[in-house]
């Protein structure tokens, strides 16, 4: 067999040499370089995204093709955490009865996705978190809670949120610093003279520091959980208008059933306003001519009961509906769970956001108002003073903040109204000269 030289080989090989030559040339720096390029960095954390992305695609149903379409956006990761159709198939997934067991693949896949460096996968694993921790602590304290199977891919999850805001911490407590009226600020002028004393500074503590836990005991799961809150809580703004919702929807169910005294204080400023007075005890006296309660206890024979049921749910619906607010769309989740001060600070600090944020959308804020007066008047049963004095104060300023909205949106439609109306046409005047 004869082998024809082909006279291109030459230009061939040369052409592949001066590429390869080329190729040398234009090499990828050294990882050192490559570290401090922001576009390898960006293009870095994308593939990350749609690597994970495109695994949480294969855990979901057949629609999870849908999922693994938003892993071929410019961000994956917020493309997903603006998909209400994703959040729903996720949502249907952590709600299934046999989700949150050791071996659930989906609370495994938001294990490992909070172990990523990339933040915005890690907000996406914190996004879900009150949907997570409502389901956790709903079923943990449910009636029939010793025949549900493990739980232990909802505390892996809860865990890990956890050890990583220990590790923020390093082992110092969360402080706050109270002002001193003694010394002038910027809205206040003291009566006396100031004096510089350092050791009159006073320092809150609200959180103690962190210990590490390997297991969700029974005895900390009040800090594990609300320590994960506020985790929650620092990338609250964040967070779309769903999770919020999740947020405050449970919040109102870990209150208990519903009760009149939760639109006392309303009440009581009404009748405020109205008679120029009011009890001083007002905030935790209890409407039991209303309720049905006395000394602790539902009064009564057993026929009464629907009927002061039917009492409480129409005065509730009536002081919530002079508030704007149409209780009959926001559904509860969940359901009554112990509130110790280590749980329910966190709350309170995330419905403070979801009330007065000023991006949120009205579902949200309307969402929040009935969870804080929901836990204001668990709050006045369990004679709770901390969040009597918290939940109180957002209820005030919820409603100022209403009455404000109600008289901007009261004074913009008048003058709208008014610069619509035809004014009459003056009659020209007459100027009388004499001569």
Sequence with gaps: MDFHRNPSANSASSSTSSTSSAAAHHQPPPSSATDNDPMHSLWESVSKQRSRILSLAALLPSDGVAVSSLADSDRPAVSLLSSPSTYSLISSALSSPKSG??????????????????????????????????IYLSRVHSSDSSSLPSLAGFEAVLLAVYSSEAKSRAGKPLLVQIPDLSQPSLYHAPRNKPVDDRSRQSVGVLSPPLEPHLAVKSTKRAIIVG????????????????????????????????????????????????????????????????????????????????????VIKEVVVVEMNNLGINEENLETKGVRIPLPWELLRPVVTILGHCLFGPLNSQDVKDSASVAVRCLYARASHDLAPQAILALQSLIRLDKNARAAATTAATVTTNSSSNANTPSKAKKPEILLVSK
């Design 101 to 134: 067991s050791g071996s659930d693949r989906l609370c495994q896949w938001l294990y490992e996705t909070f172990q990523s460096s990339d933040p915005h996968l890690r907000l996406l694993v914190l996004s879900f978190l009150p949907l997570l921790s409502g």
């Design 227 to 310: 320590t994960a809150l506020d985790c929650y809580y620092k990338q609250v703004s964040q967070m779309p208008a769903w999770s919020k919702l999740d947020f405050c929807k449970f919040a109102a169910a870990w209150a208990g059933q519903d009760c009149p005294c939760r639109t006392k204080l309303d009440r009581d400023e009404d009748n405020h306003h109205e008679n120029g007075n009011v009890n001083g005890n007002g905030h935790i006296r209890l409407l039991r001519e209303d309720s049905g309660f006395s000394n602790g206890t539902r009064s009564g024979d057993g026929d009464e009961v629907d009927y002061e049921d039917d």
